[in-house]
Each structure stands twice: as structure tokens, then as C-alpha cells.
């Protein structure tokens, strides 16, 4: 992942306009935040299991980076 990336906030995500006459209503923020918020949640439960195995007390980028792949290799199956 780039280094000095920022972070979005949702809202402000339906200001930007990928496509100028398309608009994302708050609905479909909220359930693109469920979404982001689940998958989130499974990678970073994924991270801290390879820290735990790891040793280590403290997730790092490339336990993250790994547990994203685990995730994605397991949404395939």
C-alpha cells in the first residue's frame, strides 16, 4: 500500500463525481459502509491471527497485506 495515502470519509465519497451526472444517495452510502465496515473486520481479524502466530503484538502492513489476500482467497471458494 502507498505510503501518505488518505483516508475518505464516506460522505464525502458521494460529493465526488467519478461520472458528473451521477450522484450516490445516503442510502447507498450506508450500505457501501456495512460492506466496507464487514470486510474490514474480517481482514483485520485475519491480520491479527498472522501477528499472533507471528509473535508479534503489533499488526503490521505485510499481515494486513496478507490477510486481504486470505480474504479474497476465501470470497472466491
Same mark, same amino acid.
Request: net charge positive; glycine share 0%; hydrophobic share 45%.
Given at each position: 500500500m502507498p505510503k501518505n495515502k488518505t483516508l475518505v470519509p464516506l460522505a464525502q465519497l @458521494?460529493?465526488?463525481?467519478?461520472?458528473?451526472?451521477? @450522484?450516490? +444517495?445516503?442510502? !447507498?452510502?450506508?450500505?457501501?459502509?456495512? *460492506?466496507?465496515? !464487514?470486510? !474490514? +473486520?474480517?481482514?483485520?481479524? *485475519?491480520?491479527?491471527?498472522?501477528?499472533k502466530v507471528s509473535g508479534k503484538k503489533t499488526v503490521q502492513e505485510k499481515d494486513v497485506d496478507l490477510a486481504i489476500k486470505l480474504v479474497k482467497n476465501e470470497a472466491r471458494q
Open positions: @458521494r460529493k465526488v463525481a467519478w461520472e458528473k451526472e451521477f @450522484r450516490i +444517495s445516503k442510502p !447507498a452510502t450506508e450500505e457501501l459502509r456495512a *460492506e466496507l465496515e !464487514a470486510y !474490514a +473486520s474480517k481482514v483485520i481479524k *485475519e491480520a491479527i491471527k498472522i501477528a
